[in-house]
């Protein structure tokens, strides 16, 4: 029978009552509990396993054993590698042309009725390919038996998984792509938009708006080319790789690697073929990294919207309201682009701790790898689209970044620099000697500016009204001409290197 999560748990309570009570089974399952599965249910496994069980598994055994709720999203790429892996053999002469013919328009047919929606999970048939094979054989018969020679469940799940992880990797590729894209139309808009840098939180130097989200387009750049590089190493295939340690079937296994294209063949060792999950890690990787690079500028977002700063207003589309306070706008989605930073590591950690120490060749372990890495692709997708919306949409506030930029004495660093420059002083010295200038223009209640060029001077005589050239945050934006600094046209000159890029 199939037998629901929370059956399960009431079974096992059941049993632990009844190994309480009247000494049952040392599992503490009844022997009831323990036979409970249908006639229907052990044929089901024995087809799977063979002669070697007389029994079916237990209730509990095929809820924690089953994937077909997890691994069903495999249904493409499992139907792929048989539809490949059935012309191999037909041509290499494993299986006649006939029956090869008819397992391919069987499964063309099972593809076409699960694009439909007409997949009946049953955990008693575990996983999709048992689902795939066991649908086979009630459309073309006995000769669906043939699908399976030279290959394991194995090698199929590996190449199965590696084909929707190469997937994964090119649409996270396009999502990037596309909040980049996004963010180099607001960097153009506002190359010459005026705010404060920080460090520590702090006001810093004046910097442009559009330098600051340049910052990001590089970050995800490098997002772009972890995916590329993870994309690279998994494009090998497993099948044919059999159980563990190959098959003596004479298989072409260069064809199959061909036909789901895959550019680097078959990979080298059928151990490694079966136990290796570097390429899922991979993938987890970079979208670790791609979360960290979302939560930061989500953290800036929330922060520019608080009414301290003031620096961004997000559109009702991707804000919420408070059930108490009429007046809220609170920035709901960027806190939660934030919060799956989390998940991400979360993640890759997860299926780290599962690979971490298992011995060659595969163990039932690794079945967890599927639902992490499917829960991380989902959430992913969810976190770019949401940024890209937001970055789209996002109202800035010129002025008030302006005005935020001009406090802190965000100049100063400026006016050490123009003494090096027209003064020749030591840095060190200068910058000494703009600190005691903070200091002065900070007991007055006023900015750099503000100070008299007779203050100046009492200070250091080198210091001229010629100073005056710097000490504003348009002057000291425009200084910063060097390469990948926060002047207008070096932006300009990014945005457009970008575009190329993409």
């Not at 060792?269 to 570097?278: E, M, Y």
Request: hydrophobic content about 45%; overall charge neutral.
């Amino acid at each position: 029978m199939t037998v629901s999560r929370r059956d399960a748990i009431k079974l096992a309570a059941m049993g632990g009552a009844v190994a309480a009570g009247c000494g049952a089974s040392a599992n503490g399952l009844s022997a009831q509990a323990m036979s409970s599965e249908t006639p229907k249910t052990a044929d089901a496994a024995n087809s799977l396993w063979g002669g070697r069980f007389g029994a079916g598994p237990s209730a509990i055994m095929q809820e924690i054993n089953a994937s077909i709720g997890v691994d069903k999203r495999l249904w493409r790429q499992d139907i792929q590698g048989s539809r490949a892996h059935v012309a191999m053999l037909a041509k290499q002469g494993i299986v006649s042309a006939e029956d090869a013919a008819a397992i391919d328009k069987g499964l063309q047919q099972i593809a076409a009725e699960y694009a439909d929606g007409k997949l009946v999970e049953n955990l008693a048939l575990e996983d999709i390919h048992l689902h795939v094979e066991t649908r086979l054989k009630e459309i073309i018969g006995p000769a669906a038996g043939r699908l399976h020679t030279a290959r394991s469940r194995n090698d199929q799940v590996a190449v199965d998984f590696r084909l929707w992880v190469k997937a994964a990797c090119a649409e996270a590729d396009l999502a990037l792509k596309g909040l980049i894209t996004a963010l180099l139309a607001r960097a153009e808009e506002h190359a010459d938009t005026i705010m404060p840098g920080f460090t520590h939180l702090q006001v810093a130097q004046p910097v442009t708006l559009g330098h600051h989200l340049m910052a990001y387009v590089e970050m995800l750049g490098r997002d772009r080319s972890r995916f590329a590089d993870a994309m690279k190493r998994m494009d090998e295939c497993p099948l044919g790789a059999a159980a563990l340690a190959g098959t003596s079937f004479p298989i072409d296994r260069q064809m199959t690697a061909k036909a789901l294209g895959f550019a680097g063949g078959p990979t080298r060792n059928s151990l490694d073929s079966v136990s290796d999950r570097d390429f899922a890690l991979e993938y987890l990787a970079a979208t670790h990294m791609t979360g960290l690079h979302l939560s930061r500028l989500a953290e800036e977002m929330i922060i520019w919207a608080s009414q301290p700063f003031g620096f961004i207003t997000l559109p009702d589309a991707w804000s919420t309201g408070s059930s108490i306070m009429p007046q809220k706008r609170n920035p709901d989605a960027a806190e939660l682009v934030r919060a799956k930073a989390g998940q991400f590591l979360a993640a890759f950690t997860r299926l780290s701790v599962v690979m971490k120490g298992l011995p060659l060749a595969y163990s039932k372990d690794m079945q967890d790898d599927k639902v992490t890495v499917f829960a991380a692709h989902d959430d992913l997708g969810l976190c770019l689209a949401s940024m890209m919306g937001m970055v789209q949409t996002i109202t800035f506030n010129k002025a008030k970044m302006r005005a935020a930029a001009n406090s802190g004495f965000s100049t100063a660093t400026d006016l050490a620099d123009w003494l090096v420059r027209a003064g020749g002083v030591p840095f060190r010295e200068a910058h000494e000697i703009t600190g005691k200038c903070v200091k002065a223009a900070e007991a007055k209640g006023t900015d750099l500016n503000g100070l008299t060029d007779a203050e100046l001077s009492a200070i250091d005589k080198r210091i001229t009204k010629a100073v005056r050239d710097v000490l504003s945050v348009e002057a000291s934006v425009a200084s910063r001409t060097s390469f990948g600094g926060t002047a207008p046209a070096n932006v300009r000159a990014a945005i457009t290197a970008a575009r190329k890029a993409l």
